[in-house]
């Protein structure tokens, strides 16, 4: 088969040079592996639907992060081009994108997710931030996560452990989204499990333990070379990885996710696994967890994605 | 049981590569780059304002009378046509001097990493302004420099703040190496030394017997047309002397240049051989080139006057539509206005605000080593047209009226912990 494949990177969302630097790596090892294909990288602007148009490529592999990219609506014009693309459909984006509505549904299905609260800034506004911030600590207890309730990359989020550090974190998580999400904090260790599914169903990657320097996984940590340590295989027990493989094995079902997702768990020191949050356009950077995870499991990005665009292309024969 | 860091390199590292790492605030910069954003944050000059077939006429021409000399290695210290021709440009600041103490470099940036390398050692302190040039921090920190910012007035650096400045630092037990200022147009602060300060500030540094590094790239873009006189008019030795091409015709092009006393000048070119061997011939013949046969002094005319009406559209704009509360400098020259936010902003905390409301600045704290800062953020004026200045401003505006929103819900004075790493933009928007 001899295809041409766009893969779509960049965007406007803060996670812009993550997005471009992921499309780059997904692009070249996309190159190496199916030499015959032509693989372009394009970034989303407005003569993005003319360049579609235009070229037709047989498949899209959508890589934006952040909001346009993973919140469905690049997906839903995919579609309506009758563009095949990788990975989940705009529905699916859509509810995985929203953490809350992503933490009703596995919560729903009886999975745990850490009690958490989503107000918007006019709530603040309104019912008085002291008065509405003392509420939620009542109500989730310190420390809690809080963050923006769309976007990656750890953007905007903050530990309190204390209740004057509220404000604070408040502000920084409204300078990405309109509402924030009020985790209650789990200490434990953090975890990404990542789904592939070629067509046989979804697997699960070997998990990836993540350590951080200052125990938050932030961007710094997220994106500096030689910051963050990380075990593949966890350094978990049996049981308590299957536990976590199987979370994220039915997030990415519960939530209809296709083709590849990567599921943000935190263990607690009794082994039981907590869902945060799903991404369904993981990030493809060096210091990523899905090429981690897809090398440890004897998978090459390159062959991996190759599979993923060939099985976008039938899916779209039908 | 170790795990991987993914750098098989990071326990290698120099202690001056700490900070050297990813940054939110400087991935949002990656938006500032695309077009729908109005960035008023980079410092690049409009090149576009030169006259382009003219200056491939320039380069044409030098190919073909030196070509085989612009491909080659050249002197360490600078071609000597050029260092002559340089000698005339600086007259235009005051500025009386011999070719023998000029040292062309790469960008005048290559100027302050060497005149760096050969003062100070780690721990040594350089005083600076508060707020000071961002790439000339990054050089002092990577010498491992102990930067102490000193505060400045409506006419810049003060005098009596820089002696006791150096007074604590020499009861500390510290040697103060270099004292770096920027007296005309100061990026980012937009203000001005006059003659008394800049003689002021001169005796101190000669009392003192510390180094006076003077970084002027703006000195000739003066909007009224009149042009400072340079600190190094008035005393030779005590002196280091910056100068750039990079504002008066293109920073592409990358040449600068210290002028220095004989001594210093001697370790100047060998540090410079060390680091590059030579500064590229082929720029500098460009560069010698078109300053032969082109009119300079009118194109630099023409630079002027596109960022007065650039500067009067930022000022104009911003008393019309920035909330109350909310202060700048008025330049007289150069690329930048300093703005104060009102009381309780963040400038950091209020940018991916900002970029999502695709409008781009620089946070004040990115010119300072120390923390402060915060309440300020620095405009560009020098690279929007008018009415992309304007539209920007009413963009930011916007921005502002939401952030002290968010401070009427939640109170002055609760910033957001500071990213780790340089929450600055790269070369191209400093």
């Known amino acids: 088969m001899n295809l041409q494949v766009a893969v779509l990177a960049g965007g406007l969302s803060p996670e812009r040079d993550v997005s471009l630097r992921s499309g780059r790596r997904v692009a070249e090892a996309l190159r190496e592996s199916a030499p015959d294909w032509e693989v372009t990288e394009w970034d989303v602007d407005g003569r993005l639907l003319g360049c579609l148009a235009e070229h037709r490529p047989d498949a899209v592999i959508p890589l934006l992060h952040g909001a346009a990219g993973e919140d469905g609506a690049l997906r839903d014009v995919l579609a309506s081009l009758e563009l095949p693309f990788v990975g989940s459909s705009a529905r699916s984006a859509r509810l995985a994108f929203d953490k809350p509505i992503a933490k009703a549904l596995v919560d729903g299905a009886e999975m745990r997710t850490p009690a958490a609260l989503a107000l918007p800034q006019s709530t603040f506004r309104e019912l008085g931030a002291a008065e509405v911030l003392q509420a939620v600590a009542d109500h989730l207890g310190l420390p809690v996560v809080v963050k923006p309730t769309r976007g990656g990359s750890a953007l905007g989020t903050s530990i309190v452990r204390y209740q004057d550090e509220f404000p604070g974190a408040m502000v920084s998580s409204f300078a990405y989204a309109d509402v924030a999400l009020i985790e209650r904090f789990v200490d434990g260790t953090e975890l990404a499990v990542c789904v592939l599914d070629e067509g046989d169903g979804p697997t699960m990657l070997p998990p990836v333990e993540i350590v951080p320097p200052n125990g938050l996984y932030d961007y710094h940590a997220r994106y500096t070379a030689g910051t963050t340590e990380f075990f593949i295989p966890a350094r978990l027990a049996d049981h308590v990885l299957a536990a976590a493989a199987d979370l994220a094995l039915r997030v990415h079902t519960v939530l209809g996710l296709r083709d590849w997702s990567r599921t943000d768990l935190i263990v607690d020191h009794a082994g039981t696994p907590w869902f945060l949050e799903v991404n369904v356009a993981p990030g493809m950077t060096e210091t990523s967890l899905f090429p981690q995870s897809l090398t440890a499991a004897g998978h090459s990005v390159g062959k991996a994605m190759r599979r993923l665009v060939e099985q976008a292309v039938r899916r779209a024969a039908g | ?430």
């Open chain 2, 1 to 430: 049981m170790s795990g991987t860091r993914l750098d098989p390199w990071v326990d290698s590292y120099a202690q001056r590569a700490h900070g050297m790492s990813a940054s939110a605030i400087r991935a949002l910069f990656a938006v500032a780059a695309r077009p729908e954003v109005v960035s008023l944050a980079g410092g690049m000059p409009y090149v576009q304002a030169l006259a382009g077939d003219a200056f491939a006429d320039t380069v044409h021409r030098m190919l073909q009378a030196r070509g085989p000399q612009a491909l080659q290695y050249g002197s360490g210290q600078g071609d000597v046509g050029l260092r002559e021709q340089i000698i005339e440009v600086m007259r235009e600041v005051g500025i009386s001097a011999h070719s023998d103490d000029v040292v062309v470099t790469t960008g005048s940036q290559m100027a302050l990493d060497l005149v760096t390398r050969v003062f100070c050692d780690p721990g040594d302190v350089v005083l600076v302004e508060a707020p000071s040039y961002v790439g000339a921090l990054g050089v002092f920190h990577s010498y491992q420099c102990q930067v102490v910012h000193v505060p400045m007035d409506d006419e810049g650096l003060v005098p009596t703040a820089l002696q006791e400045a150096i007074t604590a630092v020499r009861q500390r037990g510290q040697r103060p190496k270099l004292i770096y200022t920027i007296p005309s147009f100061h990026n980012p602060a937009g203000v001005t030394q006059g003659a008394r300060r800049r003689a002021d500030l001169l005796a101190v540094a000669l009392r003192e017997r510390i180094a006076l590094l003077e970084d002027d790239p703006y000195g000739l873009l003066g909007f009224d047309g009149t042009v400072p006189q340079a600190i190094r008019a008035d005393d030779p030795e005590g002196v280091i002397y910056l100068g750039s091409f990079s504002k008066t015709i293109a920073s592409g092009l990358r040449v600068g240049w210290a002028l220095a006393p004989h001594g210093v000048r001697e370790k100047l070119v060998l540090a410079a051989e060390s680091a590059v061997l030579c500064p590229s011939n082929y720029a500098q013949l460009t560069v010698s080139e078109y300053l032969a046969t082109q009119p300079w002094r009118e194109q630099i005319k023409t630079f002027r006057e596109l960022y007065r009406e650039r500067r009067d559209a930022l000022l104009e704009s911003m008393t019309t539509m920035m909330p109350a509360g909310t202060r700048w400098t008025t330049p007289a020259g150069g690329f930048y206005s300093w703005i104060t936010l009102p009381e309780g902003l963040d400038a950091t905390a209020m940018l991916p605000r900002a970029v999502a409301a695709l409008v781009a600045y620089v946070p004040g704290s990115g010119f300072y080593v120390d923390g402060q800062g915060r309440e300020h953020l620095r405009l560009s004026y020098c690279y929007p047209t008018p009415d992309r200045i304007r539209e920007g401003v009413r963009r930011l505006a916007g921005v502002v009226e939401q952030e002290l929103e968010l401070v009427r819900t939640f109170g002055p004075g609760n910033p957001a912990a500071q990213p780790e790493g340089r929450s600055v933009p790269g070369p191209d928007a400093q």
